[in-house]
């Protein structure tokens, strides 16, 4: 999957119309590469950045954690479960009633944790910052497809409902979704978060 970051100031004409409607009392960032195109976009505009670093940061785990520490935001929120799950969880145990909450992610993502922090009272918007898009190369996706045939990997681990999906749409181009489920039924796989697990299922994938 190839991560394409939106103009900057495409992100930054988004995140001041959201902040003049009123400061977000959370924003959450579900990917590494959410938190650095933003940060890098809110750099362009005088006193944005710090604007957006004195909200309530949640990351959905240490790697997006790490991102927001590279950006000095040293107070970041973590769930325990690094799934929007756990992202539930943590702002239900801060009363999301009334609340704003600003989610950062990319083109492609669903909207279930929308949907979700909608249904506990929380007023929720919704920043892209980057798009997720089918590479055309699929150099890749044909040296995990070896891998697979060949034993090669003890297990995969898919971090994303839309990676799975993604994978499975490249990989359509080299063998079928039979023979992929057929592969992908010789190791482990694991899932990150119910989305992810959800996903996997209903692409036949055995977790």
Known sequence: ME??????????????????????????????????VLFEAAKARPGLYERLKNRSLVAVGPRTRKALLEHGVQDGLVPHEYSTRGILTLLAGSSTRRQRVLLTRSSEATDDLERALAAQGASVETLVVYE???PNDTTSVSSFLHGLENTGFRAVLF???????????????????????????????GAIGPVTSAKLLELGVRI
Do not use: W
Not at 10 to 24: D, F, N
Not at 160 to 166: D, E, H, I, M
């Open 3 to 36: 991560l394409k970051p939106l103009p900057h100031g495409e992100i930054v004409a988004s995140l001041e119309k959201t902040l003049s409607e009123g400061a977000p009392d959370f924003v959450v960032f579900m990917s590494q590469t959410g938190v650095r």
């Open 132 to 134: 997720s898009i089918i």
């Open 159 to 189: 971090t994303s409902a839309v990676s799975a999906l993604n994978l499975f749409n490249i990989a359509e181009k080299l063998v079928s979704r039979k023979r992929l489920v057929e592969l992908l039924a010789r190791t482990i796989v």
